[in-house]
């Protein structure tokens, strides 16, 4: 394998594994073989990953034509690339979808050209540049080269324009997904599905969501830890009291009276130490009734990425359950969870659809149920999205949530409902549907 950038060692195995990952998700992407140069792949990867990659000289790149040479010419010369380049570099996933965008789109490109272009010279041009992008190809020299000039330009910047789309949603769902935010790195990487991860990025509901959902500065940023003052935890700052064990040291300087009056008065300077209280997992109550369809339940989805971004950042489980008038399976993505389980929460979450009638009770009932029969553990609040005005049987949610050794958290997305009202213990309406109604609910 030899490519066009300098400083990369092609025979490295490394980077041999890297160009058949790339050709495997190209593959699955598409949906059929498609047999690319993996030097090509390797080289669209590292012109995006690296921060200041060098293409080789003509010379150097030892390729019978210069229509390779002059397409990375083009690709490190873009001005989008450039730009990218402040998300790419060192950043795989986001790397992986622009080269394998790239590559996929420049393909279907020129195929299209070679295939329903009326100009002869245009579709001669086109399988030229095919024939030097493949394996074994063997491109004719009759080509006039401004025609492979014109057409490789026609076909790069639409290629480069639907890449950088897909990369873009990639990386807010690496962000929202992966409860990456400033100062926090993400623990979930999706290199090993980025095909997946690109799947859904071309999801119109997917991308809805996330372009509202990358909108808002706030989401992702470090939330604020809960916790306990404990004599062995981490030191937090200065208190007064007797305990001797957290003693600060200076305060041995005393003169013995002072010392002991000090002491009997709980008066001496002591360490405050604290850790880090443990919160339960997240569960998720989400109204999927007929009257929810559209905007609404476009805005309820945003809502539940937005808190598995907080359980994720807070290292928590989510747990999800949709309903109108029945409640449908619960979807569980556990702490620890793969990046597989996330994505598979996501595509179902793309999947729903408004339809049917509303029973409120019975979803809180079987959330509660969930809890007291340990199918999920540890849950101390279940969260509720509904624009539902159903009558609430009161006295046997009120058993239910007791039992469960929880509380209940109401959102009323245009409305009001005061059976609702009575039997929660925190209890929101939100009228707008905008970004700050979605904060306003994540923070509660």
């Known amino acids: ?24 998700t190209l593959k699955r992407l598409g949906g059929r073989d498609i047999p690319v140069k993996e030097d090509v792949l390797v080289d669209i990867y590292y012109v995006h990953y690296l921060p200041f990659p060098l293409l080789k000289s003509k010379e150097e790149s030892k390729e019978e034509s210069d229509t390779l040479h002059n397409l990375f010419n083009k690709i490190l010369s873009s001005e989008e690339i450039i730009t990218n380049r402040e998300y790419s570099v060192a950043n795989s996933s986001v790397s992986n979808a622009l080269s394998v965008g790239y590559a996929q789109n420049l393909i279907e490109e020129l195929e299209k050209i070679k295939k329903s272009s009326p100009n002869e010279g245009e579709r001669q041009a086109a399988d030229y540049i095919l024939q030097s992008l493949m394996k074994g190809g063997s491109p004719q020299s009759a080509v006039s080269q401004n025609e492979v000039e014109r057409v490789m330009n026609q076909a790069h910047q639409k290629a480069m324009s639907k890449a950088i789309e897909d990369s873009h ?17 993400s623990m979930l990487t999706f290199d090993g599905e980025i095909h997946e991860v690109m799947k859904l990025a071309r999801n119109t509901e997917v991308k809805k969501i996330l372009e509202f959902l990358s909108g808002i500065p706030h989401l992702g940023f470090p939330s604020k830890k809960k916790t306990t003052k404990f004599p062995r935890g981490e030191l ?17 300087a005393l003169p013995d009276e002072l010392f002991y009056l000090k002491l009997a008065e709980s008066d001496l300077l ?6 880090n209280e443990t919160l339960g997992p997240i569960y998720l109550l989400l109204d999927k009734s007929g009257s929810m369809d559209g905007e609404k339940i476009l805005w309820a989805k945003a809502v539940g990425l937005a808190l598995y971004n ?14 109108d008038n029945i409640p449908y399976p619960l979807i569980k993505v556990m702490r ?68 469960a050794n929880s509380s209940l958290i109401s959102v009323m997305i245009r409305g009001d409902n005061p059976d609702l009202r009575r039997v929660s213990d925190k209890y929101l309406v939100v009228y707008k549907l905008d970004q700050e109604d979605l904060l306003r609910v994540v923070e509660a």
Do not use: W
Not at 236 to 252: A, C, H, I, P, Q
């Open 310 to 323: 907080k359980a994720r950042r807070e290292n928590r489980s989510f747990y999800l359950r949709f309903f």
């Open 336 to 403: 620890n969870a793969k990046p597989k389980d996330v994505l598979k929460m996501v595509e179902y979450m793309s999947k729903v659809r408004g339809g049917g009638g509303t029973d409120i009770s019975r979803s809180i009932i079987s959330a509660c149920e969930d809890i007291k029969e340990g199918h999920v553990k540890g849950v101390g609040e279940v969260v509720l999205l509904t624009d539902g005005e159903d009558k609430i049987a009161e006295a046997a949610v009120r058993k239910s949530v007791k039992e």
């Open 270 to 275: 002591l360490f405050e130490k604290r850790i």
């Open 169 to 185: 949603t990639v990386r807010d769902m690496q962000r929202i997904m992966g409860g990456m935010g400033a100062g926090t790195g």
């Open 1 to 24: 394998m030899t490519g066009h950038l300098r400083s990369i060692d092609y025979a490295d195995p490394v980077v041999k594994y890297r160009g058949e990952r790339l050709l495997y």
């Open 236 to 252: 937090f700052g200065y208190e007064k009291g007797n305990d001797l064990e957290r003693l600060v040291t200076s305060e041995l």
